[in-house]
């Protein structure tokens, strides 16, 4: 999936020094925005903010920029850490919004440097994927999804072939875990998925290893 296909919120930015900029294409977590317009200059200390349907204005600030060059076939974009600002008076509500742990997918810049323009795009839906299953308090199945994504990418014994079909895989299973219960595939079809996968991991023998490790949580989060 494409960076910007992936943004479905909307925001705005105020700057520290009072300008602002309206209707920002954004995919909104607890602690990090993301935001594909790379000429909007997003620096520390600036505030995003997100109007919901109830009428509440979330505000977040930012802590870390975290602008990223364009390459090897991902485009410019932020990945900004913030910090909600937004005044919650009830003690309760506070302790449901506890920031959670969160698990980032990490590729080497050698393994970018071997994938095709689709792979790429299914490593970037992945970690969109896997960090908002690990704020959402899935965190488990999150590091399952990162660790097997990490070690298909970095895999010399894989086929280009393979390796494409397994990150296509894997970016089906993050996305159906996003899911509600009724709105997924059916467990027939999402156990089929999951059996190619590791039919895959299974011709490699070192992804067998990290299958036997991970794919029993992937298999207990979707109870088949």
């Known amino acids: ?13 105020i700057k520290a020094d009072g300008r602002r900029f309206d209707n920002i294409q954004a995919h909104v977590q607890s602690n990090m925005i993301f935001t594909a317009d790379a000429h909007i200059p997003i620096e520390e200390g600036d505030t995003f903010e997100r109007d919901l349907q109830s009428g509440v204005t979330e505000k977040y600030r930012v802590t ?18 913030v910090e909600k600002i937004t005044r919650l008076d009830n003690p309760r509500h506070q302790q449901s919004h506890l920031i959670p742990a ?3 997918i990490h590729i080497s810049d050698s393994t ?17 994927n896997v960090s908002s299953l690990a704020e959402s308090g899935n965190a488990e199945v999150a590091n399952a999804l990162k660790h097997l994504t ?9 086929t280009t072939e393979q390796r494409a079909e397994a990150l296509d895989w894997l970016e089906e299973l ?5 899911l509600s219960k009724e709105k ?4 027939a ?27 029993s949580v992937i298999k207990a989060f979707f109870r088949f």
């Not at 079809?189 to 991991?201: I, N, Q, W």
Request: one cysteine or more; proline letters at 4%; glycine letters at 8%.
């Open 1 to 13: 999936m494409p960076l910007r296909d992936m943004m479905n919120d909307t925001v705005r930015l």
């Open 64 to 81: 870390n920029a975290g602008f990223y060059a364009a390459g090897n076939g991902i485009p410019a974009h932020y990945q900004s850490r």
């Open 102 to 104: 969160n698990v980032q």
């Open 112 to 128: 970018i440097g071997i994938l095709n323009p689709g792979e790429i795009t299914n490593v970037q839906s992945l970690t969109v």
């Open 150 to 158: 990490e070690a298909v990418a970095a895999s010399q014994e894989l």
């Open 174 to 178: 993050s996305k159906q875990a996003n």
């Open 184 to 187: 997924r595939l059916k467990p």
């Open 189 to 215: 079809s999402l156990r089929a998925v999951a059996m190619a996968l590791a039919s895959a991991c299974s011709a490699a023998g070192g992804l067998s290893t990290v299958w036997n490790t991970w794919g």
